[in-house]
């Protein structure tokens, strides 16, 4: 895939403060790619400098392969468009606050009228044209300023936070338009997030900021298949566990993990080690299936969060473990706090941070 916007050894000050340190990052055409990290990491900074808003300290900038400077920063100005955190949108309607960006590049009025017909249907707004923007709900406005940037179909879009503070059937609407932007019309994406559950569902790479500087970067399934310690910790993870492994001299070790719980798992290592479990790798079940799964565990259900399409449930089986099941699961198993359930997961799904 082609190289869109490079960036190199990229350093941000803001007086004695360093946001960004030595960033590099490649962004190629069809990413869609996620920016994770803790408060003040430097998200909206690295955002900022791609969409030429900022300018570093240090280091450069290389989109399709020309050098950014001062004198050509509207090169990315124009391609790379950026959806902040806490939209404004202008105090006219719903229609003028899309067209607008489409105006004032000129286009003819009949192309305008489809284009923002096309890009308010994306973010479910049709039948709002004639609204007023700033009447609207903020989750409302936040779909507008969505749209206002999809309607120029920059080549890369940059999307700080795009789903805070939104309810989850208006997050799913925002993830929806994210996915389609990114596979129908070919939208190369940004976007900055708190939210693990939403990399995971949307993102196709992710990159780790701490403290101005990537902590890790790679394929989503690479970072949550086998993440590293920063990223447990970032992340909250759950079911990472410290342990004392003991071969079985079968090809797997059961591994101590306190409070009286020892869960196998396929590896052959002996002595201290810390494991991860997926929840959407641990079967719930009311009965302890035969199965050849070989981590069959009995305990109770003391949470329930519901996310949407997907339930997390916290069993305590003497330590607590997470598992989720769909909502259909849950109320067909009739699950609640308090509930017995067995835990079920295989030896090999218990992986070595
Ligand atoms: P959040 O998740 O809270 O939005 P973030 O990861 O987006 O955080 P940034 O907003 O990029 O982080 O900020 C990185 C650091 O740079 C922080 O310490 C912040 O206070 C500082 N910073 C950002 N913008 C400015 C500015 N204009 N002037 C001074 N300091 C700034």
Redesign the pocket.
Known sequence: MKTLLSLREVT?L??D????NGINLEVLKGDLLA?I????????????IMAGI?TPTKGEIVYKGKKITIDNLHAIRQNCTMVF?KTVVFNTTVFNNVAYGLKIRGFPENEIKSMVNEALELVKLKGYEKRQARKLSGGEQQRVALARALVLRPEILLL??PTANLDPKTTSIVEEAINYANREMGTTIVV?T?NMFQVRKIAKKAVL?LN?QIAETGTVEEIFLKPSLAMTDFAGLENVFVGNAKPSGKGTAIIDIGDGLKIEAAIEKNGKVTVYIRPEDIIVSKIPLKSSARNVLKGRIIEVSDYGQVVKLKVDVGRVITSQVTRLSFEKMGLNVGTEVFLIFKASSVRVV
């Open positions: 941000k803001y007086g403060i360093t946001a960004l920016i990290g803790p408060n003040g990491a430097g998200k909206t900074t690295l955002l900022k900022e955190q700080d936070e900055a708190h900021l101005g």
